[in-house]
């Protein structure tokens, strides 16, 4: 029988794991990549490329190495658990080696457009338009993978800020952006408070003479080493604690982070507190910061009204003169333009079923992987969605009805409506109490109205629920009972992408123990001087034995 042939768009992170996806269900890829190289956003380029998103020299990646890794190929224990951009590329660089994969990838190929083919109703395949050197080609595939990312096109939204054509000093997005070296001695303005705005404002500031980072709304700032210099997300992210957020609630879970983020640094001392809770963002994830707002080289402003030729005036009525430079951290858009038709994405939002199908098709033969800001690393996330999507294309799965699919992006649309509402009006008795309901039932986070919350998700909730999807979500009861020192760390501990090659589809049989040495692997780095010390277990023992019939209680009532 004749391999389906599938074409993946994009050589990125989820570009190569929807390779591999493919052909551990016996399909034949064809990877396309219009750059020279794998790594989509990892790979830095001096020059960004248009189309392309771009990081600065600098940048360290946010989520700590096991979890973000792929599920059968552990980052190695030597490498730092938060890597550098060079790291996190040479990583790619080993998977797709390991897996044989670089073969199936053309680079310098330019995808023009994917057309349905007059037989699609029957057929479900695609025409697929490509250039590469000036040549164009015409194929036809069974199916196609979407694995550009969301960090496309940059938002610079310059209609927002009057008097920007008259600034006389530079602006630009930050994804034009490389290095600090050319604002040494200038006052520069950053806009914007993600990710990016904290990042450029922390490191101009060693070069400038004075840096302000302007913000709309102010955010919580979480930094990567948590208690007793364990990656946070390690910390945060396993069952039981997700567990105990869905009992909770989200109150609780607000007050319990605002206290631990505010023995950090005061927010509102330093100007940053918004008027949202914690959980009602995706978090801003920066270690310095407020180091360097303590020192006076950043100052925090809010939202700038207007510009003159050399001046910022703020809607609080402050100005700044003299400003050299204007930086727009303001994020990305995303679009699909060779797609035509088969994906609309309205004001950043897009109806996708699982957040992958269209459903809109009489055949589910296209998927959009990678599609998702979780609270959490992508990679994983995106490798699931292409277990389950080449699932679906080799007809071992199948998706519900378009009605049924249509319903339910229409509720889960819905709740995130709901969610908008409670947190930017707080609502009446009746609302709020169908708001909590929904909360416990469905682990909803309730995030502020913005664009870089549109296709927000929590990590451990759509884990598990790809995983249900796949095959491949472990029984936690039956670990309990025949291997309760696994059930225990995977309880326990964090919810390592790993954990979902232990059973089921693509089963690995490294998975067991790569799981039980998640703590070596997380110390390996760190232990670079030898200190003498004496082990004491006693107690860790002791706590262990007294939460174990909390552990249990949490699994009934989670997961059965």
């Known amino acids: 029988m004749t391999k389906k042939r599938i074409a993946v768009i994009g050589g990125g992170a989820s570009g190569l794991s929807s390779i591999k996806c493919c052909l551990e269900e016996g399909l034949e890829p064809v990877c396309f990549e219009r750059t020279h190289d794998i790594g989509g956003l990892w790979r830095f380029q001096e020059n960004p490329e248009e189309g392309r998103a771009s990081i600065y020299k600098s940048v360290i990646i946010n989520t700590s190495k096991e979890m973000m890794c792929f599920s059968d190929y552990p980052i190695p224990d030597h490498y730092p658990n938060f890597m550098h951009n060079s790291q996190v590329l040479e990583y790619f660089r080993m998977y797709a080696k390991e897996f044989d994969l670089l073969k199936y990838i053309r680079l310098k190929t330019t995808v023009c457009s994917v057309k349905k083919q007059p037989d699609f109703s029957t057929s479900g395949q695609w025409e697929v338009v490509t250039e590469s050197e000036g040549e164009k080609e015409v194929n036809v595939f069974d199916g196609v993978m979407v694995c550009t990312g969301h960090h496309t096109n940059a938002h610079l939204p310059l209609e927002s800020f009057p008097g920007i054509e008259k600034f006389k000093g530079q602006y630009f997005h930050s994804r034009d952006y490389k290095n600090p070296e050319s604002f040494t001695g200038k006052r520069v303005i950053v806009i914007g408070i993600g990710n990016s705005g904290g990042d450029l404002a922390v490191e101009i500031s060693h070069t400038a003479k004075q840096v302000f980072l302007s913000t709309r709304r102010g955010s919580w700032i979480l930094n990567r080493v948590a208690d007793y210099g364990y990656p946070l997300d390690v910390l945060v992210s396993s069952r039981f604690k997700h567990f105990l957020l869905r009992i909770c609630g989200q109150s609780l879970a607000n007050n319990f982070w605002e206290k631990k983020m505010n023995q950090r640094f005061d927010h509102e001392m330093f ?33 700038v009204k207007e ?8 809607e609080d009525g402050s100005r700044e003169d003299d400003i050299d430079a204007v930086i727009f951290a303001t994020g990305y858009t995303f679009a699909f333009p060779f797609l035509e038709d088969s994906v609309q994405v309205v004001k950043n939002k897009v109806s996708l079923y699982k957040n992958i199908f269209p459903p809109n098709l009489e055949k589910p033969t296209l998927a959009i992987i990678g599609l998702i800001q979780p609270l959490g690393a992508i990679m994983p996330i995106s490798e699931l969605q292409g277990r389950w ?3 679906v294309f080799k007809g071992l799965k199948t998706l519900p009805s378009q009605s049924k699919m249509k319903a339910e992006i229409a509720k889960a649309q819905e709740q995130m409506a709901k969610s908008l509402l409670y947190c ?13 309901y929904d909360q416990f039932h469905f682990s909803s986070h309730w995030y502020v109205e913005s664009q870089r919350h549109t296709i927000q998700g929590d990590y451990v909730d759509t884990m598990e629920q790809l995983a249900d999807l796949v095959g491949v979500r472990p029984s936690l009861l039956s670990l309990a009972f025949t291997d309760p020192k696994l059930a225990i760390q995977m309880i326990w501990g964090p919810c390592t992408p790993i954990q979902y090659r232990l059973q089921g589809p693509g089963k690995w049989d490294g998975a067991r123990k790569a799981i039980l040495t998640t703590e070596d692997r997380i110390r390996k780095p760190l232990m670079t001087r030898v200190i003498e010390h004496t082990n004491s277990t006693t107690s860790t023992i002791t706590m262990a034995k007294c939460m174990l019939a909390v552990v249990f209680f949490a699994i009934i009532v989670t997961y059965f």
């Open 389 to 391: 999507v080449t699932q």
């Open 271 to 303: 100007g940053l507190k918004p008027k949202h809770r914690p959980l009602s963002q995706h978090p801003t994830v920066n270690d310095e910061l407020p180091n360097r707002i303590i020192s006076g080289l950043v100052k925090v402003k809010g939202n």
């Open 424 to 436: 930017n009006f707080y609502p009446s008795a009746t609302v709020l109490l169908k708001v909590i």
């Open 307 to 314: 510009f003159t030729e050399t001046a910022a005036l703020f």
